[in-house]
C-alpha cells in the first residue's frame, strides 16, 4: 500500500507491506503510525481491493473499495489511525 500526503496522490509518500506475501480475504491491519495525520490518498496493490479506513478516535471508520482512493473525504483526511485491507472479491 502506498500512503499519499496529498489528494490526487500528491506531496510526500511512504510504501507499507504486509508480512506474509499479498491480500487474501483475510487481510491485513496496518498501523498508520506517524502517518496518522497525513493521509489524503492512497494505492492498494495484491488483491487489495478492500479497505477500512478506522479514524483516530478510533470510533468511526471510513470504507474503500478498489485500487486507487485519489481522495479519502473530509472525515478521512489526516485523520486515520490504522487500516485494514484484504481481497474483497
Known amino acids: 500500500m502506498t500512503w499519499y500526503e ?3 496522490y ?7 507491506y504486509g508480512d506474509y506475501g499479498p491480500c487474501d480475504a483475510a ?4 498501523d ?3 502517518w ?3 493521509i489524503s490518498s492512497f494505492i492498494t496493490y495484491n488483491s487489495c481491493d478492500g479497505q477500512q ?7 468511526g471508520a471510513v470504507y474503500y473499495y478498489g485500487f486507487g482512493t485519489p481522495n479519502v473525504g ?3 483526511n489526516d485523520n486515520i489511525g490504522w487500516f485494514k485491507v484484504w ?3
Open 6 to 8: 496529498h489528494a490526487a
Open 36 to 38: 496518522r495525520y497525513s
Open 10 to 16: 500528491g506531496g510526500g509518500s511512504t510504501d507499507v
Open 27 to 30: 487481510g491485513y491491519v496496518l
Open 53 to 59: 479506513a478506522v479514524l483516530n478516535d478510533g470510533q
Open 74 to 76: 473530509a472525515q478521512a
Open 87 to 89: 481481497d474483497a472479491l
Open 32 to 34: 498508520t503510525g506517524l
